[in-house]
DNA sequence: AATACGATCAACCGCCAAGTG
DNA sequence: ACACTTGGCGGTTGATCGTAT
């Protein structure tokens, strides 16, 4: 039997409030990230030491950036799902600014939909086959499809199997023969501040040898996969 | 005006891996 | 080597809002 987290039967779940928001933000700026297990106690929440932890990161940090996704951003996350699949804490670590959950949300809200409208399987990359050449390239309005029902037509994946989707998008990748339209994505000019993302990116990608070299490879855009989706 | 429906997103859940004793 | 704790992650849920009927 797992234990909780936390004890569950005295804490508060749900939205959170002003107040608990403006506890957590003092009791960080006095003591810093860290113990996210004693922090509710010593913070005075009655919350889940997991839940002021995504709190934190996700919503009250002092270095988000809020509001829409830029084109750029979007092309970004769009090139690194190709590369990784759904590993929204790696990707999220390549756009300043935005968490995991908001790229996450992104992408099965608005992202989703806008390569479905393309014509392409959003799971790994390729050219949706069901679909004629002239809806690819011409008008959208033809898809009908809602997040909520691509959602459930999705197969569960476990965590094993991350990196069988990576390779599976990568495959479309260096597939030449799956024909994607023209998405006129350039990575070289998308990255916001590389020098910066990258490098401090790197140090958290130490483990992730394989990853991180295409990756890289990917994004220096010498990479003749990439030209695929020129 | 009522309500049904879809889209969005904040938050939770369960699992896994790393760290520690 | 093992058990346990903790932090982190991705998947999923549910509340809320906007739009269509």
Redesign the pocket.
């Known amino acids: 039997m797992?234990?909780?987290?936390c004890d569950?039967q005295d804490?508060?779940?749900?939205?959170?409030s002003k107040q608990e928001d403006q506890k957590l933000i003092d009791y960080i700026r006095r003591h810093g990230?860290?113990?996210?297990?004693?922090?509710p106690q010593a913070a005075g929440l009655l919350?889940?030491?997991?839940?002021c932890?995504?709190?934190w990161?996700?919503?009250l940090r002092p270095d988000l950036k809020r509001g829409?996704f830029a084109e750029d951003e979007e092309d970004l996350i769009i090139k690194l799902h190709a590369l990784?699949?759904?590993?929204?804490?790696?990707?999220?670590?390549r756009l300043p600014g935005r968490t995991?959950?908001?790229v996450?949300?992104?992408w099965?809200?608005?992202l989703r939909?806008k390569l479905m409208n393309m014509g392409i399987d959003p799971n790994n990359h390729r050219l949706n086959q069901s679909l004629t050449r002239s809806q690819n390239l011409g008008t959208s309005g033809s898809a009908t499809s809602?997040?909520?029902?691509d959602?459930a037509s999705?197969p569960?994946?476990?965590?094993?199997d991350?990196n069988d989707?990576v390779s599976d998008a990568g495959s479309c990748l260096e597939d030449a023969t799956c024909g994607l339209p023209d998405l006129n994505l350039d990575l070289k000019i998308t990255i916001p501040s590389p020098s910066i993302a990258i490098s401090e990116e790197e140090r958290?990608l130490n483990?992730e040898s394989t990853i991180s070299r295409d990756l890289e490879c990917a994004l220096i855009s010498t990479s003749p996969t990439l030209l695929l989706f020129r």
Request: overall charge positive; hydrophobic content about 20%.
């Open positions: 797992r234990k909780p987290c569950k804490t508060n779940k749900g939205a959170w990230e860290g113990c996210w297990r004693t922090l919350r889940c030491g997991k839940s932890r995504l709190r990161i996700n919503y829409n990784l699949g759904n590993r929204w804490s790696l990707i999220a670590g995991d959950n908001e996450k949300n992104y099965n809200s608005h939909r809602s997040a909520s029902k959602r999705q569960m994946k476990t965590k094993g991350h989707q958290k483990d």
